[in-house]
């Protein structure tokens, strides 16, 4: 068997793994370390592999940016942003029709600002939102959906830890990444709230109204959220202006969020320590599934399977905006089934060379950018998607009173404006690239 037919073979082995139920990162790690040894027929390779793989991945300079953008989540929740940011939003939207559905969008996109996981967005927010949305009416599975999609936004709105991954695997640079994700993360708001307004034209009992504050108290909802605001314009507009690395503003976030934490009063020393633990934990999680992935994508390169692909698909002559799509399909396809960053780390080094290869009219910086943003968009849009959206269960799992069916049907409001997004950023890459230099 030739090396490149290895490398073939190498994927239903490894899907097989995934099928079993063997965690992601340790099927990416025996399938690159049994190819590496079939294919040089020598222990001593992938021994030495093993050896500069796992310290050339936990030693990463670029990747110890994650832990602090964890540890700032934590410490983000702690601190009461998550509820301050849903009164604020509640305080100017919630006596309109869908306004606290709205308001869960607006403090979903606050939070992912200064959080930078999906998952732990809607698992902050539905445990802030959810009592509200029950107590003025709200249908159940309309309530679920919405926090679900809002959810994603945690990874959208930067800073986002997906998009570090993706920096570290292309070799781009962070701040112009999470630059380019701004604007499509507003549009995924703004997206997500006039859905709400046409889902409850559709169904007027859907949700209920509250009582319209007076406008001091809105201001003074309003200010109470610039703990978030200071956090943002801290890490993210110091990065942005050169003040620090990103890796620096990561740290000086956790470090801000967790002087904030303990003046509300909320941190004492054996919360700090649980999250110490629990950013330990997800860590650690992620640096594994980076390790399978390193030594599987090193088993590929090997192979040359990314290099052939490429070659093959440029040979073809097929239409560049063609194999975009056939490739965003299949992320949509797949990201229903896998978390995302594991597809990033899994496909991102067989694709970024097959996108690299042909013509979108744009220099290799911004259409690495442009088609990283795009991807994050696809599979984040898995975490919704019926019938195994991540996202879907973490919020269900908060409201076990509502049938997954009745959040199944409401979120496939909010995977139509997610597609109509996505077929605006393909068609007009300039609105993504439209805050970057140059």
Not at 9 to 16: C, K
Not at 50 to 58: G, P
Request: with cysteine.
């Amino acid at each position: 068997m030739s090396m490149l037919e290895m490398g073939y073979w190498s994927f239903p082995v490894l899907l097989i793994l995934i099928l079993l139920r063997a965690p992601i990162g340790l099927a990416m790690l025996i399938c690159g370390i049994g190819g590496l040894y079939f294919a040089t027929d020598s222990s001593a390779m992938f021994m030495a592999k093993l050896k500069s793989e796992s310290y050339s991945t936990f030693s990463s300079y670029s990747l110890s940016i994650i832990p602090m953008f964890l540890l700032m989540g934590q410490f983000a929740t702690l601190s009461g942003m998550s509820t301050a940011l849903f009164k604020a939003a509640e305080s100017w939207l919630g006596h309109k029709r869908g306004g606290v559905a709205m308001s869960a969008i607006g403090a979903c996109a606050g939070f992912g600002a200064i959080c930078g996981s999906s998952l732990a967005t809607a698992a902050t927010m539905g445990q802030v939102a959810l009592p509200e949305l029950r107590r003025y009416g709200y249908a159940g599975g309309f309530s679920t959906a919405t926090l679900a999609a809002g959810g994603t936004l945690g990874i959208l709105i930067p800073p986002s830890v997906i998009l570090v991954i993706y920096a570290v695997l292309t070799e781009q640079n962070i701040a112009k990444l999470f630059l380019a994700a701004f604007i499509p993360g507003l549009l995924a708001a703004l997206g997500y709230m006039l859905t709400i307004s046409l889902y409850v034209r559709l169904y007027p009992d859907a949700a209920g109204t509250r009582e319209r504050l007076p406008y001091q108290a809105r201001f003074k909802a309003l200010f109470n959220v610039w703990p978030v605001l200071l956090v943002f314009l801290l890490v993210v507009g110091g990065i942005y202006l050169g003040w620090f690395t990103p890796t620096e503003g990561a740290a000086v976030g956790a470090a801000g969020t967790g002087v904030i934490a303990l003046l509300s009063g909320n941190l004492n020393r054996r919360v700090f320590m649980d999250s110490i633990y629990s950013t330990a934990k997800s860590t650690a999680m992620i640096f594994f599934i980076v390790l399978g992935a390193g030594f599987y994508n090193g088993f590929l390169a090997l192979t040359q399977v990314p290099q052939e692909l490429s070659a093959w698909v440029v040979g073809q002559g097929y239409s560049p905006w063609g194999v975009l799509i056939m490739i965003l399909v299949f992320y949509l396809i797949f990201g229903c089934l896998m978390d995302s960053l594991s597809m990033i780390l899994l496909t991102i080094p067989i694709f970024f060379p097959v996108i690299s290869g042909l013509d979108f009219g744009m220099g290799p910086e911004h259409l690495a950018i442009w088609f990283g943003i795009l991807v994050l968009i696809v599979v984040e849009v898995g975490l919704i998607t019926p019938p195994v959206g991540m996202n879907l269960f973490v919020i269900n799992s908060m409201d076990q009173g509502t049938p997954m069916l009745e959040t199944y049907k409401s979120v496939l409001f909010f995977v139509g404006s997610d597609l109509v997004r996505v077929a605006i950023l393909v068609l007009f890459p300039a609105i993504t690239l439209f805050l970057l230099p140059g």
